[in-house]
């Protein structure tokens, strides 16, 4: 990680922690997400992880924090394994 990105991450839990440090839907305190509420300009491809922060501290009215499941769910995603299910779970790591 480069000097910007340390930076970024450093903005980005200031974030977490105006948003509450929870998911908004569930409570849930990881794998948080910043998810769009309505539209900005900050969609679509080439949107990276310090644009993301960017335009979160610029419209933070937009966004809501998810955790990656309740994320998913809301943008009709497949939902994605977290890490700490891998780790707790090698039975069904073995059988995927
Ligand atoms: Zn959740």
Do not use: W
């Amino acid at each position: 990680m480069n000097d910007k990105n340390a930076c970024y991450t450093v903005r980005r839990n200031r974030l977490l922690v105006m948003f509450g440090e929870r998911c908004r839907t569930c409570g849930d305190t990881q794998d948080l997400e910043f998810a769009h509420q309505r539209r900005t300009d900050c969609v679509g491809m080439g949107r990276g992880y310090a644009n993301r922060v960017r335009d979160v501290e610029r419209r933070p009215e937009a966004y809501t924090l998810l955790c990656s499941r309740c994320h998913d769910l809301l943008d009709n995603r497949p939902v994605r394994k977290r890490q700490s299910e891998i780790i707790r779970d090698p039975v069904r790591l073995a059988h995927a």
